[in-house]
């Protein structure tokens, strides 16, 4: 087995302080644009991103409200 560590995205990641969280919305979003419905967009988004249906979906309801409050 090899493992291979890509130093420039740790050193990225140091520097910031913080992990980039992919934005789900936009994700979303993407893949509506490409002709998904609403439900199998969040179903690939959370393919994508490693999450289960229900987090992706509490995260996509989250940066939406986050939206319309800024």
Known sequence: MVLVIDRTVIAD???TGEQQTPDIAALVAA???EG???RAALKRAAREL???RDEAY???VAE???AKRE
């Open 36 to 38: 998904l419905d609403p």
């Open 58 to 60: 509490r995260r996509l």
């Open 31 to 33: 893949f509506e644009g």
């Open 64 to 66: 939406r409200a986050q």
């Open 13 to 15: 990641e140091s520097a």
């Open 50 to 52: 490693g999450l289960n």
